[in-house]
């Protein structure tokens, strides 16, 4: 059977090479598909997995990851944050039959006009070594007492060093805070400590990023189901293509209620918070021949459009999922002229 | 629908203007013939009248050479000045040299002198008279009557010139086959390189009268000393019909038509 | 399998067809002196409309393209030969020699008569060619062929009206429709094309020639002028019959055409081009990839195109193409 048995134009990807293009991205986009903080760019060793950039992304100097803000401490009585990193690799997608990827048991097969995708994330987490919370706490200490954020509540005791604001620095009282060792020259938003003037300041928006030495990396691998379906959208006309997740599930994660509802939110997240925003109106998805070629100088008296092809009138499914092949018909539509 | 691209065609005017032939004066039509009876060197001296003179040599051979060179008078070079060379022809004894002009209005004189071992002879003074044994042509264009008279010997005849038929134009059944030049008969049998002699003699010319088409040429072969003049007497009438002069016709519609009897 | 698959139906590419046809075009002239006469011809012209088929042993047949001339002027010039009176030869008695008489020609110098005709109305031809489709792989890093450009004789025109690109800066795929049989209307000239000719030439030359007894005597020596034209050009019955035997072989045009629809198609102009690396996202400015919202612009991406490959069935045209590592 032909191809454009019921379309004048016939155009199928292969998961082959949906799979390879997903390989490109990674490497021309990496920054969709890392996420770390700041820290990295001085110190891009320290990722969990090397970050693979094609060469026009080095010689461009685009940024290899997103920038993100720190994992905040809860309760300091400075805003203090622990690097880490976001790393989305090893992405697959599987067309029905589903030959690539082997969905666990919870997402059952991969039913008809489907698609899976494998998704393996891993995440690095600086976890503070013990010396330097200890060379950190007394000065939180002093914070919370000059501050009076006790949980026991007001101290009458002073310390006898003026009660520390932003900006405000105490000789005294910084020598107190900082030892010898204690150089750390953060980042320029940040606090800047230095055993030799003392100063301790805060800038008005930054976090004290304590220093990293080495993260934590685990991976976890997700699997997803999705569908494409054609809709409508309230007060719109026409037709919009959307993306539907029929199911997603994180392997490996205990205890199961934690995994269930880690799941849960990232199937909230990408069902009311990703996936809107790529639904697509058909009239992005019609291709005006006619202004092409009249932008390239090519006259032509008929008005001629590319448009997808009519489900169910024309086809079953448009787009389809089958045969590993993600498959698109398009009309042509020639109005006016000779 | 077409453009016409010709560059102006230049008319041999003399040779439909002129009306008056003479030996002793060659202008274009005219040929005038002089027989080298025998070996030996010769000076030709052209002399164009009112102009300079020009001087070829003829060395006529015994046992070699052409039996007759036409020269066309307009071609010799420019000034010739003062011992340059001149230029050199060959010929059979017995051989005729033809003197001619193609185109132009000038008339020319031509003297032939014999170089012999002891003295130069003249042979030849166009200007004075042609001598017997030499012959004149003379090719007449213009419809009409001619007068041909010895000025020497005091004879005359008449020469009449018609207007050719047209040439008939090749029949559709006859379009295959090569294409006949001009100037070869066509079917009205009619061609210009047909041509009449006529002798000169002390008594008159050998025929009263004669009979040629247009461009044709009529030979007189002089067996006397002789001095032609060849005039038109009469032209043929034109075959142009005259174009019509417009006319008005005014009617006055106010005046009552004729009384009837 | 292929990576991608694009299939367009027969229908469709018709419609790719019908644009690149309609803006074929070509412009020639040149001229012969063949001493006699001389020809020349100044022609421009493009084609229109045709049918394309598919076919299913992996060939195209496209039929009845109109061939149609904007101009198409021809240059006819005749050498006048010499009229005149006098000469032939006599035969004399002896002692005088045979007597050649010279000739009196009525023209200085030979005449020459020359017209141009546009015949653009009157001729009517449609070209059909069979051929394949084949990719091609244009390296931009390679210079092209020194010496002989097969674009050459369309290029200035095609560019001109923005049909064909100079070289593009980027590799690139072309698919090229390859015509292998070209099949083309011979030039067939009405009889009212010979009727024009001859009345133009009549008058040219009649226009050289004095009225009068004098233009008696010129028709009396030279016949018609018809017969004068035909003698000079050595031509049969039909002008019509001689010009288009000059058109169809001595001036080559049918050659002429021949390479150009050969070199449009097969060499100058794809029917489809895909660049190499072929760009899936443009490049982008962003401020959303850093804490301080400082600008970014991303490179675009782009994906190599291997392996592409063209087929033909009796009803599409299918591509198919690998994605590169």
């Known amino acids: 059977m032909p191809f454009t048995d019921h379309s004048d134009i016939y155009a199928a990807v292969h998961e082959k090479g949906i799979n390879t293009v997903v390989r490109h991205l990674m490497r021309q986009r990496p920054s969709l598909f890392n996420y770390a903080t700041p ?300 | 629908m077409y453009t016409p691209n010709q560059k102006q065609a230049v008319l041999n005017r003399a040779a439909f203007t002129t009306r008056s032939f003479r030996s002793g004066g060659l202008g274009v039509l005219t040929t005038l013939f002089h027989r080298f009876a025998e070996a030996g060197e010769y000076d030709v001296y052209i002399s164009e009248i009112g102009l300079a003179e020009r001087h070829v040599r003829v060395q006529v051979l015994e046992a070699q050479g052409p039996f007759q060179y036409n020269l066309d008078l307009t071609t010799l070079g420019g000034d010739p000045g003062c011992c340059e060379d001149e230029d050199n022809y060959q010929l059979h004894a017995g051989g005729v040299m033809g003197f001619y002009a193609s185109e132009g209005t000038s008339v020319y004189g031509i003297v032939v002198k014999h170089n012999g071992p002891k003295e130069k002879r003249v042979l030849l003074d166009s200007q004075k008279l042609i001598p017997a044994g030499d012959l004149f042509a003379v090719t007449l264009v213009q419809p009409g009557v001619y007068a041909v008279t010895d000025a020497l010997n005091k004879t005359e005849m008449l020469v009449e010139v018609q207007m050719p038929q047209p040439r008939a134009s090749l029949p559709g059944t006859a379009r295959s086959g090569p294409r006949k030049p001009p100037s070869e008969p066509g079917e009205s049998g009619y061609s210009p390189r047909q041509a009449q002699v006529i002798g000169v003699r002390k008594d008159g010319f050998s025929a009263r009268r004669a009979q040629l088409s247009s461009g044709q040429t009529v030979l007189f072969a002089c067996e006397v000393d002789t001095h032609l003049i060849v005039d038109l007497q009469k032209a043929a009438p034109s075959t142009e019909k005259p174009a019509e002069k417009a006319r008005l016709r005014v009617t006055r519609t106010d005046r009552p038509g004729p009384r009837k009897a | 399998m292929a990576d991608m698959t694009l299939a367009i139906s027969e229908a469709t590419f018709q419609k790719s067809f019908d644009t690149m046809i309609k803006n074929i075009r070509w412009e020639a002239q040149d001229s012969t002196d063949w001493g006699a006469f001389s020809a020349g011809y100044h022609v421009k012209g493009h084609l229109q409309g045709g049918s394309i088929d598919l076919r299913a042993d992996n060939t195209l047949r496209v039929d009845e393209v109109d061939i149609r001339w904007d101009m198409l002027e021809f240059t006819l010039g005749l050498d006048i030969p010499k009229i005149c009176v006098g000469g032939g030869c006599i035969d004399l008695p002896w002692p005088l020699p045979d007597l050649c008489l010279p000739e009196f020609c009525l023209f200085k110098a030979d005449p020459d008569v020359s017209i141009t005709v546009d015949l653009s109305p009157f001729v009517a031809q449609e070209v059909s060619f069979e051929g394949g489709i084949a990719t091609r792989y244009y390296d931009a890093s390679q210079p092209p062929p020194a010496g002989f450009d097969p674009c050459a004789l369309l290029r200035d025109v095609l560019v001109n009206n923005s049909i064909i690109d100079p070289f593009p800066a980027n590799n690139q795929w072309h698919v090229y429709i390859i015509p292998g049989t ?144």
Request: charged share 20%.
């Open chain 3, 182 to 325: 070209v099949d083309i209307d011979l030039f067939d000239f009405a009889d009212i094309v010979g009727d024009l000719i001859e009345n133009a030439l009549t008058a040219a030359v009649t226009a050289l020639i004095p009225g009068g007894w004098v233009r008696d005597l010129l028709l009396a020596i030279i016949g018609s002028v018809a017969d004068l034209i035909r003698w000079v050009l050595d031509i049969p019955d039909e002008i019509d019959e001689w010009l288009s035997d000059l058109f169809n072989v001595s001036f080559g045009l049918l050659d002429l055409l021949v390479q150009v629809v050969l070199t449009f198609f097969g060499v100058c102009v794809p029917v489809y081009r895909i660049d190499d690396p072929f760009p899936v996202m443009d490049a982008k400015t962003t401020t959303a990839l850093r804490l301080d919202q400082a600008p970014v612009t991303l490179v675009p991406v782009a994906l190599p195109v291997r392996n592409l490959n063209v087929a033909i069935t009796d009803l599409e045209l299918v591509l198919q193409a690998d994605i590169g590592a």
């Open chain 1, 39 to 338: 820290f990295f760019h001085q110190y891009p060793k320290l990722f969990c997995n090397p970050i693979e950039a094609a060469p026009t992304v080095l010689q461009a100097g685009n940024p290899l990851f997103t920038e993100v803000e720190p994992l905040p401490i809860y309760g300091a009585p400075i805003p203090i944050g622990v690097n880490f990193c976001l790393q989305l690799t090893d992405a697959e997608i599987d067309f029905h039959p589903g030959n690539i990827v082997r969905l666990p048991a919870e997402l059952g097969k991969l039913a008809s006009q489907h698609l899976a995708i494998r998704l393996k994330a891993c995440v690095g987490l600086d976890c503070p070594p013990t010396e330097w919370i200890e060379r950190m706490l007394p000065a939180i200490e002093r914070l919370l007492v000059e501050q009076q954020k006790l949980a026991i509540g007001e101290v009458k005791e002073q310390t006898g060093s003026p009660r520390l604001s932003t900006g405000a620095v105490s000789d005294r009282g910084a020598a107190e805070l900082a030892g010898p060792e204690a150089r750390e020259l953060f980042n320029s938003r940040s606090i800047v400590i230095r055993d030799d003037l003392g100063k301790l300041s805060v800038p008005a928006r930054g976090i004290v990023v304590l220093p990293t030495r080495e993260l934590t990396c685990f991976c976890l691998e997700l699997f997803a189901v999705a569908h494409f379906e054609w809709g409508s959208v309230p007060g719109s006309t026409q037709p919009w293509l959307k993306t539907r997740l029929d199911g997603l599930e994180i392997v490996d994660l205990a205890p199961t209620p934690m995994e269930n509802a880690i799941e849960c939110y990232l199937s909230t997240v990408l069902r009311l918070g990703i996936l809107p925003q790529v639904i697509v109106p058909m009239e992005k998805l019609i291709f005006d021949v006619t202004s092409v070629l009249e932008e390239q100088g090519l006259s032509v008296s008929q008005s001629i459009t590319l448009q997808p092809a009519e489900v169910p009138a024309d086809v079953p499914d448009n787009p389809a999922i089958e045969q590993d092949e993600l498959r698109a018909f398009v009309r042509l539509k020639i109005t006016g002229g000779s």
